[in-house]
T-cell receptor, first 115, second 112 residues
Framework: ETGVTQSPTHLIKTRGQQVTLRCSSQ?????VSWYQQALGQGPQFIFQ???????GRGNFPPRFSGLQFPNYSSELNVNALELDDSALYLC??????????????FGPGTRLTVT | DQQVKQNSPSLSVQEGRISILNCDYT??????FLWYKKYPAEGPTFLIS?????DKNEDGRFTVFLNKSAKHLSLHIVPSQPGDSAVYFC???????????FGKGTRLHILP
């Protein structure tokens, strides 16, 4: 399965600024997760949304927030950017309901650089 | 505390031979395991998965083996092809817990 898109591809922001990253999932994929992948690491779970509500969160501070919309699109917002927020941000979607094992399908990611 | 470990950062294999990528996990609640492949500038691509009720799952050239008692799984690629050169991530999840935990990845180089 394919069809998860993300925008923008690359982004450069200054420390302290705010950023919004966007994702468009496949039709029928009601579950969307966001991951942060730092250089040389595996993706780290940020949070998950199901039918427009957050239903799971990793070890990320509240300045990382999200939204999911009825049209299978979603957003990741990061406030008060820090240098360590520089990473690849990945969106992943699944047709499965939360709690059931099933693969997630990833978008190409947004490369965020904070200077 | 890394719950999913891929202890080999890189692996080189001759084209046509078998590639074996290994993964260990520490959380006994994990009951679903996945392998993803990632090319540069692309998101991870789902390859194959296995549920803890099985010990083997096969899909074409890819086979995943699960040893629950050892908390170990491996991905076998036979025969290895040049297009298999990529970073491979092992991942795991537990029923009822929605996050997927990833290892740090193993970079596979297929040599001509």
């Amino acid at each position: 399965e394919t069809g998860v898109t993300q925008s923008p591809t690359h982004l450069i922001k200054t420390r302290g600024q705010q950023v919004t990253l966007r994702c468009s999932s496949q039709s029928g994929h009601n579950t969307v997760s966001w991951y942060q992948q730092a250089l040389g690491q595996g993706p780290q779970f940020i949070f998950q949304y199901y039918r427009e509500e957050e239903n799971g969160r990793g070890n990320f501070p509240p300045r990382f927030s999200g939204l999911q919309f009825p049209n299978y699109s979603s957003e990741l917002n990061v406030n008060a950017l820090e240098l360590d927020d520089s990473a690849l941000y990945l969106c992943a979607s699944s047709r499965d309901t939360p709690g059931l094992a099933g693969p997630f399908y990833f978008g190409p990611g947004t490369r965020l650089t904070v200077t | 505390d890394q719950q999913v470990k891929q202890n080999s950062p890189s692996l080189s294999v001759q084209e046509g031979r078998i590639s074996i990528l290994n993964c260990d996990y520490t959380n006994s609640m994990f009951d679903y395991f996945l392998w993803y492949k990632k090319y540069p500038a692309e998101g991870p691509t789902f390859l194959i998965s296995i549920s803890s009720i099985k010990d083997k799952n096969e899909d074409g050239r890819f086979t995943v083996f699960l040893n629950k008692s050892a908390k170990h799984l491996s991905l076998h690629i036979v025969p290895s092809q040049p297009g298999d050169s990529a970073v491979y991530f092992c991942a795991a999840s537990a029923t009822g817990d929605d996050k997927i935990i990833f290892g740090k990845g193993t970079r596979l180089h297929i040599l001509p």
